[in-house]
Each structure stands twice: as C-alpha cells, then as structure tokens.
C-alpha cells in the first residue's frame, strides 16, 4: 500500500490566471492611486499629557478612490507590498510629510516634528535614514522634523536593526516603537537598541480605567520605559477617564480621538490656530 499521497501537479487552473491577472490589476491600480493623487496624508495631535499641549503629529496616509470608496490603509499598504510598490509608496509618504513641515513651518508651527509611519517591509527594503536624510536636505528641514514609527516585527532581525537604527539616531531622526506589546516582543532590544520613545497599544488603552489587568500593563510598559530612559505615548485614547487615568500614572503623551482626530493638512492647521500658544 501506499504511505504517501502523490506528489501535487502543477497544473495551470483558470483561477490562477485570475489571481494573477487580479494581482497584476491590483498593482496597476495601486500605482496609479500613487502616482495621481488618490492618496492623502492626514495628521493626528499628539499631545504632552500634564499640559494638555501639542507636542508632535503623526501623518496617517488615506485612499480615497475615485468612487469615493475609502480603503483603510491597514488594506492597501500591504497590497501595495504585495504589488512590489514599497518604495513608491515611501517616497511618497516622506514627500507628503516633508511639505506639511513646510506649511507648518509657514504657518509659524516649525517646532513641532511629524512622526510617519514604516512597516516592517519598507525598513527591510530600504535604507530608511539615508531616505529621510534625502528628503530633510532636499526640504532644507531640521533634522528633528521628521520622526519614524517603527514595529517590533522590524526590529526581529537585529542584525539588521541595529545599524538602521543608530544610523538614525546620528542623524537626530526620533524612533517611536509603535504597537508596542502586541508583537514578538523581546527584552534583549529594548536593551540593545537606540528607541526614544514607546507608544502603547490602544488594545491595552481600551480597558485601563476599568479592567485592573489591563491597567497593570500600561503601568509596567509606563515604569519599564522610563528605567530605560525614554518617553512613553499612549494611542487610542478615546475618553477623559483613560486619558486621566495615563497622566496620573506617568505617561508622558497621548494620542486619540478624545484629543483630536486625524485631519488633513488645511483642517490641522485651522485645528492649531484656535489653540492657544504653547
Ligand atoms: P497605527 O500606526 O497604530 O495608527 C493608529 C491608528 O489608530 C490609525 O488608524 C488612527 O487613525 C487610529 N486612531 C487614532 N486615534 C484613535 C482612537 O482614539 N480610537 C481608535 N479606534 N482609533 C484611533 P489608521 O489611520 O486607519 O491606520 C492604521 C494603520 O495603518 C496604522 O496603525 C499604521 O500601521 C498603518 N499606516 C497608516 N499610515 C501609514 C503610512 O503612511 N505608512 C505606513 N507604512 N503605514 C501606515
Ligand atoms: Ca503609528
Ligand atoms: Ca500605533
Ligand atoms: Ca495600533
């Protein structure tokens, strides 16, 4: 008797020439959402928690099709990695960012950085500080201007990290590890590695003013931050009671709807000019 199945044949089915023709649509698609406009950056406040003032932003790229159907970018950024557009995509991201610091600096808003966002697939494609060096001179911009929020699965391969990351670090390039606590965390990096700031899951933000374990997480990512010397920024926060709850025990910015929402640029800088001075 036989003890194992027959090898699978190849064999070329008409739903795989659709898969492919689909990727190849998606790809052209997506290319085409770069190159004419369909995407927009839009940007949050995040705020220092005592004073309640803005102290950066965060860009948050947006699809709009030409529909009007609003795709989330958790949806189309990875199919934009899947259809090979990873560096497309980066460039224009640091683009979009690097004109608002522009208008912002115009707007007399120069000191406040924006801090965008780089997968994990873009950080291993690319040689992410040499990117932002590039746009910075080329906008003649600070070299604080611009921020980068990481993920834990970017810094898996440390091999790899720990140049990327001191290379930003040289160049005065803030690194916020974003989602942290919800991916393959490890010690070892947080010791190894050149981060100056965490930002907290919102998933652990949901329940802090209410469920004792969740609250027991945010204390522990709040005093393991700040032993390790950097700052500590909570996302998602979406009530008084959570935001109160995060000031009283130590962290040191807040970020969510209860603060702000993500706008785009024109309504930002309406937003910033009804807030009081710092
Ligand atoms: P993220 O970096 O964790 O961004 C925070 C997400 O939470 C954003 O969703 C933001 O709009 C949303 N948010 C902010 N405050 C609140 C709140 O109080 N409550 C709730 N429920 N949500 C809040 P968004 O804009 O849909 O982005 C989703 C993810 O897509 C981001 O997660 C980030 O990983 C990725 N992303 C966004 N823009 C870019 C980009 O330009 N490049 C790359 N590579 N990824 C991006
Ligand atoms: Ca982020
Ligand atoms: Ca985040
Ligand atoms: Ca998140």
Redesign the pocket.
């Known amino acids: 008797a036989r003890t194992h199945a027959p090898e699978p044949i190849q064999v070329f089915e008409p739903a795989m020439a659709e898969r492919a023709m689909g990727r190849l649509t998606m790809a052209s698609r997506m290319r085409q959402a770069i190159d004419s406009g369909e995407l927009t950056?839009?940007f949050?406040p995040i705020v220092d928690a005592p004073t309640g003032e803005i102290c950066k932003l965060?860009?948050?790229?947006?699809w709009c099709q030409p529909d009007g159907t609003q795709v989330?970018?958790?949806v189309f950024?990875p199919l934009c990695e899947k259809a090979g557009l990873v560096l497309p995509?980066?460039r224009w991201?640091l683009d979009s960012v690097a004109k608002a610091c522009l208008e912002l600096a115009g707007a007399g808003h120069g000191e406040l950085p924006v801090a965008?966002?780089?997968?994990a697939v873009?950080f291993q494609r690319g040689d992410v500080a040499a990117q932002v060096r590039a746009v910075v001179n080329a906008y003649h911009l600070s070299a604080h201007a611009l921020q980068v929020?990481l993920?834990e699965s970017s810094l898996m391969d440390q091999e790899r990290a720990v140049p990327a990351l001191r290379a930003l670090r040289a160049q005065g390039t803030h690194v916020s590890l974003?989602?942290f606590g919800t991916g393959f965390s490890s010690m070892s990096y947080l010791r190894d590695l050149p981060i100056d700031s965490l930002?907290i899951?919102?998933s652990f933000v949901v329940g802090v003013d209410t469920d004792e374990r969740a609250a027991s997480i945010c204390r522990s990512i709040i005093v393991l931050a700040h032993t390790l010397g950097m700052t500590v920024v909570a996302?998602?926060?979406?009530s008084e009671s959570q935001y109160s709850w995060l000031s009283r025990n130590g962290c040191d910015q807040i970020?969510?709807?209860?603060v702000a929402?993500?706008m785009p640029l024109p309504s930002l800088l309406a937003y910033l000019a009804t807030r009081p001075p710092a």
């Open positions: 950056m839009h949050q965060e860009a948050l790229v947006r989330p970018p958790a950024i995509l980066g991201t965008l966002n780089v997968s873009q929020e993920t974003d989602d930002k899951d919102r996302e998602g926060v979406e970020q969510g709807y209860h929402q993500p």
